[in-house]
């Protein structure tokens, strides 16, 4: 992944959509907000016992570096629920693991702290997807659901699909000592070691067998438990932030415009990670 800079605010890039520049996309650190303490201190996740105010403020922060006119979320519950996003002038009050959408201008964003936020991108049908998965939507394979929605609103085929996974819970910290009840069979064969999975490996392996192509996923491979510096930890501090995940569509008659206001602020830094 590429790890860019603007201001005070970090984000990464997946390499896998370096060349595709109607896709705009950040997985975003948690440098450079107003939270404090605990959330400190780019914390976008309500519910979290943070400020409000200063979660509002991130928000903004966020939009104004990925330069969209808005920013849509959904309620997340750890379920299955995929939306189609119409507009930005829709507030999606509804529950929903999954945005997806081929309108411009929209900002799909995903909070996370250890899930994973995985962005599916279609080149043929111009429609992009970001969706919510931690260990229960694994279990519940939202990855498929997904490309199955994806199938019946866009007409996208599997193949075709580029798809990028988001820093998350590594297998030296994705302990599950009630396995046997919570996960299926069929992940036990990815127990790195006794009652410790390898989550992302399961993701690839359900992306692969509903027919994405191994070289059109990129896994960030970076764990968020073993990084207090740039990532919160939901495992690890039980009281912390929400990351933002957040992927939209900008057609070529905007793109300059696009990059004309990216211009404008300071270069963006980068460096290899992941």
Same mark, same amino acid.
């Given at each position: 992944m590429k790890r860019k800079k603007k201001g005070e605010v970090e984000w990464l890039e997946f390499e896998l959509f370096s060349e595709i520049p109607e896709l705009v996309h950040g997985v975003f650190l948690r440098h450079g907000g107003n939270s404090e303490g605990h959330f400190a201190s780019l914390n976008v996740g309500g519910g979290t016992g943070d400020d409000p105010e200063k979660i509002v403020a991130n928000r903004e922060l966020i939009r104004q570096v990925m330069q969209l006119p808005a920013l849509i979320s959904g309620k997340q519950v750890h379920g299955v629920d995929i939306v189609t996003v119409p507009g930005q002038d829709r507030l999606l009050e509804n529950s929903c693991d999954g945005l997806m959408t081929q $309108?411009?201008? /929209?900002?799909?964003? %995903?909070?996370? +702290?250890?899930?994973?936020?995985?962005?599916?991108?279609?080149?043929?049908?111009?429609?992009?997807?970001?969706?919510?998965?931690?260990?229960?939507?694994?279990?519940?394979?939202i990855y498929a659901k997904t490309i199955e929605t994806m199938q019946r609103q866009f007409g996208s085929r599997a193949q075709d699909l580029l798809v990028g996974i988001s820093p998350s819970l590594g297998p030296l910290y994705a302990e599950f000592k009630n396995y046997r009840s919570e996960l299926p069979e069929c992940f036990w064969d990815y127990q790195v070691k006794p009652t410790y999975f390898d989550l992302?490996?399961?993701?690839?392996?359900?992306?692969?067998? $509903?027919?994405? /192509?191994?070289?059109? %996923?990129?896994? +960030?491979?970076?764990?968020?438990?073993?990084?207090?510096?740039?990532?919160?930890?939901?495992?690890?501090d039980k009281i912390t932030g929400r990351h933002a995940t957040v992927a939209g569509l900008i057609y070529p008659n905007n793109l300059k415009n696009w990059f004309l206001g990216r211009a404008k602020t300071p270069a963006d830094q980068r460096s290899q990670t992941g």
């Open positions: $309108k411009e201008n /929209l900002g799909l964003m %995903i909070k996370h +702290a250890d899930c994973q936020a995985a962005i599916f991108y279609d080149p043929i049908n111009k429609a992009v997807a970001n969706v919510h998965a931690g260990w229960r939507g694994n279990v519940q394979n992302w490996a399961i993701s690839r392996m359900q992306l692969e067998e $509903k027919g994405v /192509l191994p070289h059109h %996923i990129e896994l +960030a491979s970076i764990c968020t438990h073993s990084d207090f510096n740039n990532f919160f930890s939901y495992r690890r």
